[in-house]
């Protein structure tokens, strides 16, 4: 909330921090150092608000008389800074790390300046401070504004503010991009307005109604409300979406697509898993108690496994050769076959459901169910499943393999590999997994009956193991017809 000062629009301003406070949501309030200090009303309210337990409420320096600093020599810029930030200290006990630009108006020496102050975070607009942002593991943090509830009208005689749909809209553009949002509000936009540049130091329900009803969007959706320093703890990291949702966000921002229509589409992405953000990326559901088997490259077909060999993989018609031999059980050094050193990793395993089918074309639910399906654009030589990752847990043993066959038995079974069903599988205790004698060993199946849990990881997510000393990359391979 940018331009809290004295003395004007107190009762509006006062209001708008109390509700905030009512809705339990987070608040930066950027305040006016030559501005600030006298007004019992503003002051006592944030004072009271910092230091209170509902929400959290931080202050940051929004310049000494809301100047263009680019207008300034490095030194007068200092000074400025150093000089809201005395005020705010000596008023309210805080010193402020956030420097909300005025007007949006930064140059090389402003950022001189801002580290000759100690400061942390800058926010000004996309514009005059374009991405990338980093998010993490930074000694200085720039997180512009990316969404606002008001400003001046494009013939710059009035001061409107927009339906809460708009703001919400751009509020998903930029966590989809961007990976967090910064929504800047002003007093005036929840004053009585009149023609002109004319308020009424009176709160406008209309317009807290909106606000609330902006906040509900928000957390109705799994957002969190956060002050500007508390971006780095929450940003959603790695969002990962396809890429042609760039064209409409250009388009959006070109008004050749509506608030509600950029809305619909992000829900309707994010509700495929289109759209995936880190919570979901990073954290994917356990599978309990699932009935497990082993198998092996080149095993040769027998009653076990229903006279189907394993010379042959869903997505590698010469498998056993890539692999660099037959991958037997009985005959081990250590967690490797015998007799040779594998070209591929020896921890694999097989799991129901595959995204071709056997004519070769991508099965239809394939880019709706597997949860990852929307981070890039797949070509028909790629399988979206070939060597990604679970975690498999035997009572105290757990270890890590690469997905490199589809079975046992089933290769359909999308509800119980990216959902909540059981294995349709009826065969061999309705076994749900399959894995190498290198994850057999490591977890110590049992010959018979064994049950595990599993669940896919991302990579990154992967600990040094033996799992990691040789990793399959190869992709589908077919024998020219």
Request: proline residues 5%; without cysteine.
């Amino acid at each position: 909330m940018d331009d809290i000062q004295d003395y004007w629009l107190d009762d509006v301003q006062v209001g708008v921090i109390n509700e905030f406070e009512h809705k339990n949501t987070d608040l930066t309030v950027g305040i006016i150092g030559n501005y600030f200090g006298q007004d019992p009303k503003i002051v006592g309210a944030i004072s009271s608000a910092i230091h209170q337990n509902n929400s959290k409420v931080i202050v940051a320096n929004h310049g000494w008389n809301h100047e263009h600093f680019d207008t300034f020599t490095r030194d007068e810029q200092s000074a400025l800074i150093h000089n809201t930030n005395q005020k705010i200290s000596d008023t309210l006990g805080v010193v402020p790390n956030i420097f909300i630009a005025p007007y949006d108006a930064i140059n090389s020496d402003t950022m001189i300046s801002l580290f000759d102050n100690n400061m942390t975070y800058l926010s000004t607009n996309e514009t005059e401070d374009p991405p990338p942002y980093k998010l993490s593991d930074a000694a200085f943090f720039r997180f512009p504004s990316t969404a606002k509830i008001g400003d001046v009208n494009k013939a710059s005689t009035a001061w409107i503010s927009v339906d809460h749909t708009k703001t919400y809209a751009e509020i998903l553009r930029s966590v989809i991009k961007y990976g967090f949002a910064v929504v800047v509000l002003h007093p005036q936009d929840y004053a009585n307005k009149h023609p002109g540049f004319v308020y009424d130091n009176a709160i406008n329900q209309t317009q807290i109604d909106e606000l609330d009803s902006l906040i509900g969007l928000i957390q109705n959706d799994g957002y969190q409300t956060v002050t500007l320093d508390d971006i780095p703890k929450n940003a959603n990291f790695e969002t990962v979406y396809p890429k042609w949702l760039d064209q409409d966000f250009e388009w959006y921002s070109k008004n050749r697509i509506t608030d509600i229509e950029l809305i619909h589409l992000v829900t309707y992405l994010k509700n495929q898993k289109l759209i995936v953000t880190n919570a979901v990326a990073h954290t994917y559901p356990w599978h309990a108690d699932i009935t497990t088997t082993y198998f092996w490259a080149g095993e040769p077909a027998d009653a076990d496994n229903s006279f189907i060999a394993n010379s042959a993989s869903a997505w590698d018609d010469d498998w056993a050769n890539h692999y660099g031999g037959i991958d037997a059980p009985g005959d081990r050094t250590g967690y490797l076959p015998s007799g040779f050193t594998p070209k591929e990793n020896p921890f694999y395993f097989a799991l129901p459901y595959n995204d071709f089918n056997d004519d070769g074309t991508r099965r239809s639910d394939a880019s709706s169910v597997v949860y990852w399906a929307g981070t890039k654009s797949w070509n028909s030589s790629e399988s979206m499943l070939k060597n990604r990752w679970i975690e498999i847990s035997k009572d105290d043993k757990t270890a890590y393999a690469q997905w490199e066959d589809s079975g046992p038995f089933v290769y359909n079974d999308s509800a119980y590999v990216f959902g909540d069903a059981t294995p349709a599988n009826e065969q061999n205790h309705h076994a749900g997994l399959d894995v190498s004698p290198a994850v057999k060993d490591y977890i110590d199946l049992l010959h018979g009956t064994n049950k595990v849990s599993w669940r896919f990881v991302d990579y990154s997510d992967v600990p040094d193991g033996p799992w990691k000393k040789i990793i399959t990359t190869s992709q589908i391979f077919r024998f020219p017809s």
